[in-house]
Structure formats: C-alpha cells, structure tokens
C-alpha cells in the first residue's frame, strides 16, 4: 500500500481528454502532478495549494487544470486537448510541510506509484 492512490490513467488519442485523481490520507497544504516519459527527466506538470493557488507548466497552460477537494483530500488534473507529447507516468505528489510557493520538486516527499497516460496520433 501507498499513501497517495492514483486513479484515471489511460490511453486516448490525440484531442482526447483524460481526468486523473489522486487522495491523499492527510491534509497537506501543497499538492503536484508531475510526469516522466520514458528516457525523459521528470517534469513538473502542476501545482496547488490549499487556498487553491495554482501553477502549470507552459506546455500544459491552457489545457490542463489541477483542483482539489479538501474535505476529501483529493486532487485531481483535467487534461484535455492531450498530445502524443504528453504520453508519461503520472505521479502525484505532496508536500508534509507547508510553504509560501509549491513549485520547487524538493518539497515534494511523498509520491505516488504513477499511473500511465498514453496518447496516440
């Protein structure tokens, strides 16, 4: 068993849309999805925090939205429009303590197994 549970991977075509879910066993202030493809570093994809302050990637803005259910402990990440450039392992990730920005990989300490995304032309 892991402490963060990853649900909504797949595999669509180009344009498609996929929406992933990740909860958590406790309130954390900071949560992320990051993503590795094969042979690629890791990336970090999006982030928010618990007053629901987001951030994105370039190569997502636009077309991915992170949110998250407190009352759950949930989070989520909406992909639409999804490339063949997005295909990767899709981790969750959050952050044990709180901090005033929830960009930066290092504050990042419990992770998810991943789960896949494959978009295909």
């Known amino acids: 068993e892991v402490p963060l549970q990853h649900s909504g991977g797949g595999s669509v075509q180009a344009g498609g849309s996929l929406r992933l879910t990740c909860k958590a066993r406790?309130?954390?202030?900071?949560m992320a999805w990051f993503r590795q493809a094969p042979g690629k570093d890791r990336e970090e994809v999006a982030t928010?925090?618990?007053?629901?302050?987001?951030t994105y990637a370039a190569s997502v803005k636009g077309r991915f939205t992170i949110s998250r259910d407190n009352t759950k402990r949930a989070l989520f990440l909406q992909m639409n429009a999804l490339e063949p450039e997005d295909s990767a392992t899709y981790y969750c990730?959050?952050?044990?303590?709180?901090?005033?920005?929830?960009?930066?990989?290092?504050?990042?300490?419990?992770w998810g197994r991943g789960t896949q995304v494959t978009v295909s032309s």
């Open positions: 406790i309130y954390t202030y900071c």
């Open positions: 928010i925090n618990g007053v629901f302050t987001t």
């Open positions: 990730a959050v952050a044990s303590d709180s901090f005033t920005q929830c960009w930066s990989e290092a504050h990042y300490d419990s």
